[in-house]
């Protein structure tokens, strides 16, 4: 494959913004080659400036999830883009999103809309504190929430990528009330409220974490943080940036038959523009200004294309209640097709798949299930970073790390995925 007109661009982009991206994952670093360039997407495909075509599971890290340039979402934005594209004052988009993510989603009976999940959970547990009166939250090892100061401690995603524990810059008086624990330790959630309970304001959570690669939290667990939270008086938040509207219409909650006090959107909700949202009760939700004193703001938050594209995008998905059982049938051939490889090819690794989030874990314990951070970070990304390379040079665009989701779109066929296990079969072989 030629890729000199990505290298180009990508030279060019270093002497323009720090790493030549505007997000760290993208750069490549930790696959060892250089980023290629999209130019355009059409459905489950991607091309680069260079005229490759990938079949893209990264889609845009989970919001493409009808693919891209879905006729819809470019028709309903085509209708609104002429006529103005941001008034910071109210309009009936941000109704009809708002109320369809409410007649979808039981726990939400009030939302709120932001322009990124970095905003929608910081907003969210700001509002937690303020509801609760108290000051502790509780995130766990190798879920990430976004780049706000309080919750870069022990993250997945970009921060495991490259190894950054923390981050310079946030001091540690605002790391100190954040408490972290194990995913899916229940001894160590248990000791935690034990201790700190009556200081608890909230337990943020990715209910299926896609950020330290793909690590569902068992149902045991989930249960344990909602009665654990209740009867210490604080509030469970999950975080479904990456789960809502993709698990299922209702989101990871309804997999769990979990209520959450809060939940936080992005992604899916902005049909692949910028947005976020946290919503939940009412009675929470009303300690938001101008409502109760909880201050929060934002510009263009509730802008009308991002209103638009997502409410295209979620009536797609609601009038095709099937789509779900396609894309949960297309992760399970996918995961199983991967299991029978590796098999195959005595690669030591793991796949985890829910629905269609999944990813390969190149671990060396085999025998052992990635459970939590501690067993996923164990894992041989040297190995993934050639197997990330080998895909590529066959047309399958991959997360460029071995910590981030596989993401599936409703246009993902049979025969896409059959390609995609030809390509692992042969990659396998080359680097095992
Ligand atoms: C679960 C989760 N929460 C929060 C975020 C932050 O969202 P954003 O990148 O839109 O700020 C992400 C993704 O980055 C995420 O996957
Ligand atoms: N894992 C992150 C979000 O889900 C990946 C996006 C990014 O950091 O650029």
Redesign the pocket.
């Known amino acids: 494959m030629n890729h000199s007109a990505s290298q180009q661009l990508f030279q060019e982009a270093k002497t323009l913004m720090p790493g030549g991206v505007n997000?760290p994952v993208r750069a490549f670093s930790a696959v060892g080659t250089d980023p290629v360039f999209i130019r355009e997407g059409n459905g489950p495909l991607i091309t680069d400036v260079d005229n490759n075509t990938y079949l893209d599971y990264v889609l845009s890290?989970?919001p493409m999830i009808l693919g891209h340039a879905d006729p819809d979402v470019v028709a309903a934005l085509q209708n609104v883009i002429g006529k103005g594209t941001s008034f910071g004052a109210p309009t009936e988009a941000e109704n009809q999103l708002a109320s369809l993510m409410i007649e979808a989603v039981p726990s939400l009976e009030k939302v709120r809309m932001v322009n990124?999940?970095?905003?929608?959970?910081m907003s969210a547990l700001r509002l937690a504190r303020g509801y609760t009166n108290r000051s502790k939250i509780v995130k766990f090892n190798g879920?990430?929430?976004?780049?706000s100061d309080a919750l870069l401690v022990k993250a997945g995603?970009g921060l495991l990528t490259h190894g950054i524990p923390g981050s310079p810059g946030v001091p540690e008086g605002v790391v100190q009330y954040t408490l972290t624990a194990r995913f899916n330790d229940e001894a160590m959630i248990r000791d935690i409220f034990e201790t700190h309970g009556n200081d608890i304001a909230a337990v943020i959570v990715?209910p299926v974490?896609?950020?330290m690669g793909v690590v569902p939290m068992t149902q045991s667990f989930a249960h344990l943080l909602r009665s654990l939270t209740s009867q210490a008086g604080s509030l469970l938040v999950f975080?479904?940036?990456?789960?809502g509207f993709r698990l299922a219409f209702q989101g990871a909650q309804s997999l769990y038959g979990i209520t959450p006090d809060l939940s936080?959107y992005?992604?899916i909700i902005g049909g692949g523009l910028?947005v976020?949202a946290f919503g939940g009760r009412k009675d929470i939700m009303d300690h938001m200004a101008p409502e109760g004193p909880v201050y929060q703001a934002g510009t263009l938050s509730g802008n009308p294309l991002a209103m638009t594209a997502g409410h295209a995008t979620l009536k797609k998905l609601q009038e095709h209640p099937g789509y779900y059982d396609q894309l949960n049938r297309q992760g399970s051939r996918l995961a199983q097709g991967l299991r029978d490889l590796i098999k195959k090819h005595r690669t030591p690794a793991q796949v985890n798949q829910k629905g269609s989030m999944l990813c390969l874990f190149f671990t060396e314990f085999t025998e052992s299930e990635v459970t939590d951070f501690e067993s996923a970070a164990a894992c041989d990304t040297q190995r993934f970073a050639r197997f990330f390379r080998g895909m590529l040079s066959r047309g399958i665009y991959l997360p460029a790390s071995q910590f981030e989701a596989w993401f599936l779109s409703v246009l993902h066929t049979d025969s896409q995925i059959h390609q995609t296990l030809e390509a692992v079969d042969a990659t396998l072989s080359e680097i095992n």
């Open positions: 997000s890290w989970g990124s999940g970095t905003e929608a959970v879920n990430y929430h976004g780049h995603s990715e974490a896609g950020n975080d479904e940036v990456m789960t936080c992005s992604k910028p976020g």
